[in-house]
């Protein structure tokens, strides 16, 4: 079975500041497709980053960087210079075939 | 281009009536997923459709629950009967299946409250 872990139900950060949200995974799927989603208040899921795990390049966008650790099955994103429009819901997702599986969640608070 | 439109963005009903949650997906997509949210489960998969025809259903709960895609541009997804457990936010999302890296792009949901 297919099983993303996210272990921080909530967690909090200064605006400016850095912060890193963890996901473990696990995946039968020798090709595989790792992703980080953002759901603000709005409820709509929004792409923030994918990873390829084939790929040993970590993946980058803008502010938004992953840590991709694949023997230990580990990807976790790292939100630099955090501002007050990233407070969200982030999900860590794993591909199984073009579906995705979700983990639970992380409740990103940031701060004046 | 418009994206992934779900109606009704808000419904609530008794236990016991018929529910219709309805998905237009992004055009040229030929992959449709249905998601449901609850606090308990977080997201899970319900089902999903490649160019109108159901792939995987093993996320169905039960068969209270069943979902159509007639035509490329158009998905339902009806619980009848509804009871209160099925009270969550269903997701609509839908892909342009060229790789299984490809991007889901989800719609507002529909929250469904069962009284």
């Known amino acids: 079975a297919q099983t993303v872990t996210q272990s921080q139900p909530e967690m909090s950060v200064q605006e400016a500041e850095t912060v890193t949200l963890s996901c473990t995974y696990d995946?039968?799927?020798?090709?595989?497709?790792l992703f980080w989603y953002k759901q603000p208040p709005s409820r709509q899921m929004i792409l923030v980053i994918r990873q390829e795990a084939y790929k040993q390049q970590n993946a980058t966008e803008n502010r938004f960087s992953v840590n991709f650790q694949k023997a230990a099955k580990s990807f976790s994103l790292k939100i630099s210079d955090s501002q007050l429009g990233d407070a969200a819901m982030y999900f860590c997702?794993?591909?199984?075939?073009?579906?995705?599986?979700f983990g639970k969640g992380t409740s990103l608070l940031v701060t004046p | 281009d418009a994206g992934v439109i779900q109606s009704p963005r808000h419904e609530v009903t008794e236990m016991g009536q018929e529910v219709t949650l309805r998905c237009k997906p992004i055009s040229g997509h030929d992959y449709l997923f249905w998601y449901r949210q609850t606090m308990m489960r977080g997201l899970e998969l319900l089902i999903y459709f490649n160019n109108n025809v159901p792939i995987d259903d093993s996320g169905m709960p039960e068969d209270r629950f069943s979902a159509k895609m007639p035509n490329a541009s158009f998905s339902t997804l009806k619980i009848q009967p509804s009871e209160p457990r099925d009270s969550a936010v269903y997701f609509c999302?839908?892909?342009?299946?060229?790789?299984?890296?490809?991007?889901?792009?989800f719609g507002e949901g529909s929250r469904l409250t069962v009284l």
């Open positions: 995946t039968s799927e020798s090709d595989y497709y």
């Open positions: 997702a794993s591909n199984s075939g073009y579906a995705l599986n």
């Open positions: 999302a839908s892909s342009l299946g060229t790789s299984p890296a490809g991007e889901l792009f």
